[in-house]
């Protein structure tokens, strides 16, 4: 049986969204990971909604709320060579996290990962996978 494919699209995120964005992180304490991957040639992505950030020494998880421009499990979306941007929305930290890890939790191979995430001020952070 062949995946379901969804086209990505060019996404370019009105700065007015950005700012709203930044003002909803900061009032209800959410937070903003925007993700980087290259892609070597032509594959499926998807994320699974089981994938957290995992905070250094409580090990408590924030779940994810939200994902954009990735399609979710069980859909594939097709990606070419090339850098691909998605942004994802987790639940707050707790307040005395430091450092953090992002985990897809998945019952196979290749789940999205990166350890060692310095916490900032603001809650947005940029990563490459």
Sequence with gaps: MDPVTVKPKK????EKL???LKILCEEESQVIVHCSVLIPHTVYLRIWKNTNL???GTGKKSSMTHAENIS????WTQYSK???NFTLFFKALP???KVFDLIEEIPELGGFIKKNIKRN???VYR???
């Design 82 to 84: 090339g850098e691909h």
């Design 121 to 123: 001020k603001s809650d």
């Design 11 to 14: 996404v370019k995120i009105d």
């Design 95 to 97: 307040k005395n996290c």
């Design 54 to 56: 995992i905070s250094h």
């Design 72 to 75: 979710f499990h069980p859909l």
């Design 127 to 129: 990563i490459k996978l």
């Design 18 to 20: 950005k700012n709203d």
